[in-house]
């Protein structure tokens, strides 16, 4: 099978890794991918939302499958523009289609689909410029603290936790009157804060049957001890110790089997990943969002403990199949632990040289790039997360002291990473 994977981040890395070990991908292809996909396939330098490259990339290169890995395309409609094509009749596309993208690309439209199939989530309304006086009179009344989210994409940055009347006011005339968030913060929804638990769990779906992934737990603060700024994510372990068969039950009747029914109901065509984000309240657990695809950087510790061929796990997505596979699961630990340029997630700089990267310890851990790129022959840092490194463990505290470990061994100026991932659980 002759394979395109859209993206260029730390998640396409670990999918890029995964789906070249398959005996049945013949050729992959990645765009735009980054220095370390290249090791798996072939890049192609476009972006992920040309969606006139991506075709020609399709026919050029007798594409049979196409998988999705970032959430702008899919939000944007690139399952639709590539399955609608003429010159494409026999291509599978992993990943939903515009309208079942909504369920990220607008919280308003993924909290009204909650409330129609009676899955558990935090008590919400929403505002826009229209109704924009009552949204400040709701605040000023709402319990602390406030969470405000801007409806659509903002780059994992449009949710703001406040923790008194003034600021939720003031972060709310910025996201309305002021465009903060631009396009995406143009109607914003007004959330009750929940205290708990994190948890991330992932699903395959066809469209009629899923499969349960291994669940994750992310760390999205910067700093030690989950403090600082909110990031794209600092590390993430698998699997959760919290999680046992009785929650998992519960999160599965309550909220997964209802989620794959309604989309079905609803006549929502989505074959491809479901990212659930919970809070879990007094054992109990609430939705806080859904994506549209994998998490990153959650997927670098999922895919490594997934056993399956990836290849024909996907094949049966697209096949409407996944009744006939069962899902088998390394039952090690696995943690990574990211590093980020410095000034993270402010402004940071771009083109350090990097260096180390081929002096990791194969055994026990892999590196996967996130923001790099080659010039002039050398690996350089091309983002703000810029590598991970992931390891195996008997435990939590034994896998995230594999990856520090190292983690010495690679350096660029100014690197940061968080040494205490998992740090509630040792």
């Known amino acids: 099978m002759r394979i395109l994977l859209l993206g260029s981040g730390g998640r396409e890395n670990a999918l890029a890794w995964k789906l070249s070990q398959s005996p ?25 939302t040309d969606f006139e490259s991506i075709k020609k990339a399709c026919i050029d290169n007798k594409i049979d499958m ?51 199939h009676n899955i558990p989530t935090a008590a919400y309304r929403e505002f826009t410029l229209d109704n924009y006086t009552a949204g400040i009179e709701y605040l000023k009344n709402h319990s602390l603290p406030i ?14 936790i406040c923790e008194n009347h003034l600021e ?3 972060e709310f005339e910025l996201m309305i009157q002021r465009a903060k968030f631009g396009e995406a913060g143009k109607k914003v929804v007004v959330e009750q804060f929940l205290k708990g638990i ?20 992310d760390y999205k ?40 029914e309604g989309l079905k109901k609803e006549g929502l065509e989505y074959r491809g990943f479901i990212f659930f984000g919970f809070m879990i309240v007094d054992d109990e657990p609430y939705m806080i969002e859904y994506n549209c695809r994998m998490g990153d950087p959650e997927t670098e510790v999922v895919i490594p403990r997934l056993k399956n061929d ?33 000034g993270y997630p402010g402004d940071y700089t771009k083109g350090l040289e990097i260096n180390g990267l081929g002096d ?67």
């Open 221 to 260: 603060r910067a700093g030690q001890g989950d403090t600082g700024p909110n990031t794209g994510g600092m590390g993430a372990v698998s699997p959760v110790p919290f999680v046992d068969e009785v929650l998992m039950k519960k999160i599965e009747d309550k909220v997964i089997r209802p989620t794959v």
């Open 360 to 426: 990791i310890n194969p055994e026990d851990s892999m590196l996967f790039h996130m923001g790099t790129t080659i010039k002039d022959g050398k690996v350089v840092t091309n983002g703000g997360r810029v590598f991970c490194i992931t390891s195996y463990g008997r435990s939590i505290f034994d896998a995230v002291e594999i990856s520090k470990e190292e983690m010495q061994k690679v350096t660029f100026k100014g690197m940061a990473y968080r040494n205490d991932i998992g740090y509630e659980f040792e």
């Open 66 to 116: 196409v998988v999705v890995g970032p959430e702008e395309p899919l939000v944007k409609g690139v399952t639709d523009f590539l399955i609608s094509s003429s010159s494409l009749k026999n291509l599978d596309v992993i990943g939903p289609g515009k309208a079942g993208a909504q369920l990220e690309g607008s919280k308003a439209f993924a909290k009204a689909f909650m409330m129609r």
């Open 24 to 48: 049945r991908c013949e050729s992959l292809f990645i765009a735009p991918g980054n220095a370390g996909t290249s090791q798996f396939g072939t890049n192609l330098n476009f972006s992920v």
């Open 147 to 160: 969470v405000l989210k801007a409806d659509g994409l903002a780059a994992g940055k449009g949710v703001v």
């Open 168 to 170: 939720a006011i003031a």
């Open 310 to 342: 990836l290849v024909e796990l996907l094949d049966a997505v697209s096949n409407q199949e996944l009744d006939k596979v069962k899902i088998e699961t390394d039952p090690r630990t696995v943690c990574t632990v990211v590093a980020v340029s410095g």
């Open 198 to 217: 994190e948890i991330s769990v992932f699903v395959l779906t066809d469209g009629k049957n899923y499969v349960l992934l291994p669940e994750a737990k």
